[in-house]
């Protein structure tokens, strides 16, 4: 590496954090984990929406909630698709897709909305042959779908309290 390289790089480290770059996670103050605790999850209607807010719940609550209960509500609405298509040319074998669409919104104790957004998650299964083997792929992937889902929504409420409390 070049000695201007190496400066550019120097200069970089000791500029990125005046630029007010914090972590989400971390010992700076209150933590994420802290302030996800404040959040409780309403009940998700169906099977895939209890496995996605027992989900949640396992990510949100790692320090213990304060006695005065939860500061925010999270609400759910979540619409599952299984989507069929043809991919080959014999027609002997059907991919598929599993897409989540988590609709959110985070309530304060007013009862107002003070945010609101959408997840998605749409992930392709490969083709398989078999019953057994194509009831493992199919939970396989709304495994995977929940846990993107779940990543996603601790992300952007962990993202909103990380600005509220500033």
């Known amino acids: 590496m070049t000695s201007w390289r190496r400066g550019a790089v120097i200069a970089l480290c000791l500029l990125l954090p005046a630029c007010g770059l914090r972590p989400i996670y971390g010992d700076q103050g209150t933590t994420a984990n802290a302030d996800l605790s404040r959040v409780e999850v309403a009940t998700v209607e169906g099977r895939v929406g209890q496995r996605l807010r027992n989900q949640l719940i396992d990510r949100f609550q790692t320090t213990p909630r304060s006695a005065a209960g939860p500061d925010y509500v999270l609400n759910i609405r979540l619409n599952v698709f299984d989507n069929l298509f043809d991919d080959s040319l ?77």
């Open 90 to 166: 014999d027609s002997a074998q059907l991919a598929s897709s599993v897409s989540l669409t988590a609709s959110y919104q985070l309530v304060d104790r007013t009862g107002r909305a003070v945010n609101v957004g959408t997840a998605n998650a749409v992930i392709y299964k490969t083709p398989v042959s078999g019953q057994f083997a194509l009831f493992v792929n199919q939970q396989d992937a709304y495994d995977r779908a929940i846990d993107q889902v779940a990543g996603d929504l601790t992300r952007r409420i962990s993202l909103f309290l990380a600005r509220d409390a500033s």
